[in-house]
Nanobody
């Protein structure tokens, strides 16, 4: 299974970016997918997750209203739309996936995911 994340870059505060994560040898629609991020000097944290079976979504409380996760079945690709970006959103963003549906309360726990992308760096700065 391979996950390839891309779409990161440099953006000014208040700007938007959309990250993508393409999967191979694994149908994202059959499992639970998630985005995590790791800022310099900090631990990795969960951003948002989506369950394939019922489409339930969870977003980290501090990011609600700004970040949206989605998935395109035909392209076997997941996305993270990030709006109104802040300097504190600067981090390396990782996509992750696992077979089956996770309990929604666990879907932002990184130890629940066996498949990971390589990360894409987002820098928010003026």
């Amino acid at each position: 299974v391979q996950l390839q994340a891309f779409g990161g870059g440099f953006v000014q505060p208040g700007g938007s970016l959309r990250l993508s994560c393409a999967a191979s040898e694994f149908a994202l629609s059959t499992g639970t997918v998630a985005w995590f991020r790791q800022a310099p000097g900090k631990e990795r944290e969960g951003v948002s997750c989506l369950r394939g079976g019922d489409g339930n979504v969870r977003v980290a409380q501090a990011l609600k209203g700004r970040f949206t996760i989605s998935r395109d079945r035909s392209k076997n690709t997941m996305y993270l739309q990030m709006n109104n970006l802040l300097p504190e959103d600067t981090a390396n963003y990782f996509c992750a996936a696992r077979p089956g549906n996770l309990i929604i309360g666990r879907c932002l726990d990184d130890d629940m995911f066996p498949y990971w992308g390589q990360g894409t760096l987002v820098t928010v700065s003026s």
